[in-house]
C-alpha cells in the first residue's frame, strides 16, 4: 500500500478519485477511475468561449485566459467525485494558480471534504 497519493494538475483527478476510498479498496478505486475516464467527453470538460467558433479559435487564445472555457470541467468534476464525502487516504496535489502562475500545493490527511480549502 502506499503511504500517500500524489499528483500535478491533471494527475491531481486521478489523486482526488483515489482518496475517497479505503486503502483496502484499490481494486474497486482503480476501477472507478478507469471508468470515469473511459466516459468523460470532450464537452464534459471544454467548450468554446460564447461566439468563437473554429474561425475565432486564435481570437479565443488571445482574448481570454485560454483557449477554451473549462467551465463544464468543474460541473463534471463535482458530479464525478461529489459523492465522496471523506477523505480516507492521505494526498499531496499540485497545480498552477491561473491567476498568479504560481504552483499551490495542498496536503490532507483525514480529514472532512468541507475542510479542504
Known sequence: MWDVHSGI???SIN???????EPE????ASEFLSNMWASVENEDVYKDWVGSGKTGFMRSCLGYISCYDTSPALEWLSGTLGHFTEIKRRFSISAADVASGEFV??????????DVP
Open 25 to 28: 479498496k484499490t481494486v474497486e
Open 15 to 21: 489523486t482526488a478519485g483515489l482518496v475517497g476510498w
Open 105 to 114: 500545493t495542498f496536503d490532507q490527511k483525514n480529514t472532512k471534504i468541507e
Open 9 to 11: 494538475s491533471a494527475g
